[in-house]
């Protein structure tokens, strides 16, 4: 069966300091994979989508940016967080881009900018 | 404009009784599917159920069920028998077939609480 890893789970960081948050999926191969937003009590806001290795595209523009270095792999990376960074960041995969098919979700990390 | 709309904020269930959280989508794609996640208080999205655009029946899944009304463009999900660990929020989302991205648009969410 599928997992998806995210990393750390929670991470609270100074203004101006660098963002690396990790995700992972095991038991499938070339997955679409996804980086949400949600802000405190409010629904998730798409970020970064992925459909192969290098390959990132970017739905709202942000401080932040993302990398799939690997098939499994999807990073999130911030060079200069700002107070607005602050949220709870999903990482999510599926099997495809057509209508039917269902996100799986991570963990979540939550990340508080001081 | 895609858009889904919850409209409940927050609700309350007795335990064993039958709950609806509402949900309105806005799409002028022929070709959607309608997605149901519950997010405990730990944070983790947990897929419920999905309806597609085309699907003739109401989608079904242990206690959960989703009332499709396409002409409405609602798709209200209902659980049934209700048990303490339903309390959570639930969104709605949905995926169209025009989107290049894939991406869920999801609504504001409803908190559900059950009460013992």
């Known amino acids: 069966s599928q997992t998806i890893h995210q990393w750390p789970a929670t991470l609270v960081q100074p203004v101006g300091s660098p963002l690396s948050l990790e995700c992972t999926v095991e038991?499938?191969?070339?997955?679409?994979l996804y980086w949400y937003r949600q802000a405190a009590g409010r629904g998730l806001q798409l970020l970064f989508y992925?459909?192969?290795?290098?390959?990132i595209s970017s739905e709202v523009p942000q401080n932040l940016s993302a990398s799939r270095p690997q098939d499994r792999q999807f990073i999130l990376s911030s060079k200069k967080l700002l107070l607005s960074d602050s949220g709870f960041y999903l990482c999510?995969?599926?099997?495809?881009?057509?209508?039917?098919?269902?996100?799986?979700f991570g963990p979540g990390t939550r990340l508080l900018v001081l | 404009a895609q858009k889904i709309t919850q409209t409940q904020p927050g609700m309350f269930v007795q335990e064993k009784e039958a709950v609806t959280l509402d949900c309105t989508y806005d799409?002028?794609?022929?070709?959607?599917?309608l997605f149901w996640y519950k997010q405990p208080s730990s944070g983790e999205m947990i897929f419920l159920i999905y309806?597609?655009?085309?699907?003739?029946q109401n989608a079904t899944e242990g206690r959960y069920s989703l009332n499709f009304q396409k002409a409405r463009k609602s798709a209200n999900l209902v659980i049934s028998a209700s048990q303490l660990g339903d309390s959570a929020m639930y969104f709605c989302?949905?995926?169209?077939?025009?989107?290049?991205?894939?991406?869920?648009?999801f609504g504001q969410g409803t908190t559900l609480q059950v009460k013992p």
């Open positions: 799409t002028s794609d022929p070709s959607y599917g």
């Open positions: 999510a995969w599926g099997p495809g881009q057509g209508p039917g098919e269902t996100q799986y």
């Open positions: 992925s459909v192969g290795i290098g390959q």
């Open positions: 038991g499938t191969s070339n997955p679409n």
């Open positions: 989302a949905m995926r169209t077939g025009s989107s290049n991205t894939g991406k869920l648009i």
């Open positions: 309806q597609g655009s085309y699907d003739q």
